[in-house]
């Protein structure tokens, strides 16, 4: 039997649409952590085990150890006295930073109704994508003007601020009953999706692949298929498998993955791809990057605000992909006659699109799921992002090198003993260094290369418009 104190990890999911004082300070408190753990942009392998702990034992415990790690962790990087102890530090601080991201958004799914979490929702998604922005132009001046330590020790006042309000503000639930922490379940997808992070990362090696550029793959594939196996049997799986019977959270952790291919896959390429053609420093393309954030936040609370009014939220996703499959057709006329402003407006379009997605799919599969397991399916879509990220590195870049290496096949003789790596090897520098109409042609078969890409892409964001079709146009309902 279930004995809970009187104060619950949040309020009841009747609350009013109001919230009280104290739910808008957890709220905050949520939105700062998460803040704090896009800076560092920690890889998300240890989610499903903060998700469902989150789930056994309430949110507050669960987050504030979260939150110590990551300051722990923050603290010796700062102090690093050598390579070796900063690895091990930032190995700590990815440790505690991992749970942030899911259990601030299962925060959010606890404080609030079904349909009101889709307002709140929207207002992190903003904070996920202004501090994306952020994160580097803060990390360059406090490295230029403290130092490189200071990129992490500036973490411990937020941090101790945000521990402290949500140490008194967050309510407790402790019961009587007890778990069984699946961990070998939990160790099993933490191998199999760091394998497949980490695959996707090593295939941009330069050198080509070697024996770990096929082992990773296998080692996934393993490590997967013995975490299924894990699940049917264990007794508190960290990932409920009877989650996919239901078609909402089937349909979008299939669309999360394929998202996280076609948006956060595509950053990489994209920078390379305009620094190139234009010539301009990574600081400058940087701020092409701008527009895309300043969109998504605009878009990511409108559409919040307009779940949270109506209740519907099918024409979003499904609206997002159209519009991502057709800039990706646009960027097939883009080459290094296109103006900077053009590039700029296609990247706010590029927003627009993850602006109706991202925390869209967030409450999707929150409102599709009972509530005792809002941080298994939150760590599910984080995790379906993080695989869907690091595939889109891997199988993009693959299709961008085989389309490069036969546009370099067909490069006149005077330019391919200029680039004795072929197009492959053509860096923004080097681009720049080209007799005029040499680099023309190099160009023009440059993006030619990456035309193929992009239709590979395209291709992809249709693919996912078509799943997002499937879903089922339910209404949320105002109350849980």
Known sequence: MTVEQTLPDAPPVEAQARPDLTTLIVYFGALVAMFMATIDMQIAAVSPFYGKLGDMYGRKNVVLTAIGLFLLGSLVCGMAWSMESLIAARVLQGIGGGGLMVSAFAMIGELFSPRDRAKYQGYSSAVFALSSVLGPLAGGYITSLFGWRWVFLVNLPIGIIVLAVLAFAMRSRFNEKRHRIDYLGGALLAIGTTAIVYWGYHVLDPNGPDLITFALP???????????????????????????????????????????????????????????????????????????????????????????????????????????????????????????????????????????????????????????????????????????????????????????????????????????????????????????????????????????????????????????????????????
Request: neutral net charge.
């Open 218 to 480: 296998l080692l996934a594939v393993a490590a997967i298929t013995l975490f299924v196996m894990v699940e049917r049997r264990a007794e508190e799986p960290i990932v409920p498998l009877r989650l996919f019977g239901n078609s909402t959270v089937s349909i979008v952790s299939g669309v999360s993955l394929v998202a996280g291919t076609v948006t956060l896959g595509m950053f990489f390429y994209f920078a390379l791809y305009m620094q190139t053609l234009t010539g301009l420093s990574p600081a400058e393309v940087g701020f092409l990057f701008l527009p895309a954030s300043l969109t998504s936040m605009v878009i990511s609370i409108v559409a919040g605000r307009v779940i949270a009014a109506t209740g519907r939220y099918k024409w979003m996703p499904v609206v997002a992909m159209a519009i991502g499959g057709f800039l990706m057709l646009g960027f097939v006329l883009t080459n290094q006659h296109t103006p900077i402003w053009v590039l700029a407006t296609m990247m706010a379009v590029f927003g627009i699109s993850m602006g109706l997605q991202f925390q869209v799919l967030i409450v999707a599969i929150q409102a599709a799921a009972p509530l005792q397991d809002i941080g298994a399916v939150t760590s599910l879509i984080t995790q379906a992002r993080t695989l869907g990220a690091s595939l889109g590195l891997a199988l993009n870049g693959a299709v961008m090198i085989w389309a490069l290496n036969r546009q370099t096949s067909e490069l006149p003789t005077e330019a391919a003993v200029l680039l004795p790596q072929g197009l492959n090897g053509l860096t923004p520098h080097l681009a720049s260094s080209l007799p005029g109409a040499i680099r023309e042609v190099v160009l023009d078969h440059y993006s030619s290369g990456f035309n193929v890409m992009f239709i590979w892409v395209a291709a992809l964001y249709f693919v996912a418009m078509g799943l997002t079709l499937l879903l089922e146009d339910k209404e949320i309902p105002k109350r849980g």
